[in-house]
């Protein structure tokens, strides 16, 4: 079993900032690419940010320069770290992580998600 916890969400005024994690945990033999993503009030899910094992990143358009997401590979654990945040940022943010098992198989897992609303 592989799990996917998120965490650091919150309530933050418009130019503040927020850090998320996305913690791995279970019968990981390897974790490839990492992403988070969002999903705002009647919109549909977005990528936001993505890193390989290797360390190359994309960012969505609307977040390069604000956003940057990070790894450490020890602990199995992804980052972003939000800054000047905009009320159009606000969304439930989550963690998707392709991992191969001891299996040798390799899946992609979603974590639970996490609010983060942004006020003007």
């Known amino acids: 079993q592989v799990q996917l916890v998120v965490s650091g969400g919150g309530l933050v005024q418009a130019g503040g900032s927020l850090r998320l994690f996305c913690a791995a945990s279970?019968?990981?033999?390897?974790?490839?690419?990492m992403g988070w993503y969002r999903q705002g009030p009647g919109k549909q899910r977005e990528l936001v940010a993505r890193i390989t094992s290797g360390g190359s990143t994309n960012y969505a358009d609307s977040v390069k320069g604000r956003f940057t997401i990070s790894r450490d590979n020890a602990k199995n654990t992804v980052y972003l770290q939000m800054n000047s945040l905009k009320p159009e940022d606000t969304a439930v943010y989550t963690c998707n992580a392709h991992i191969r098992t001891l299996n040798y198989l390799e899946n992609s897992y979603w974590g639970q998600g996490t609010q983060v609303t942004v006020s003007s």
């Open positions: 279970g019968n990981i033999l390897s974790i490839h690419v």
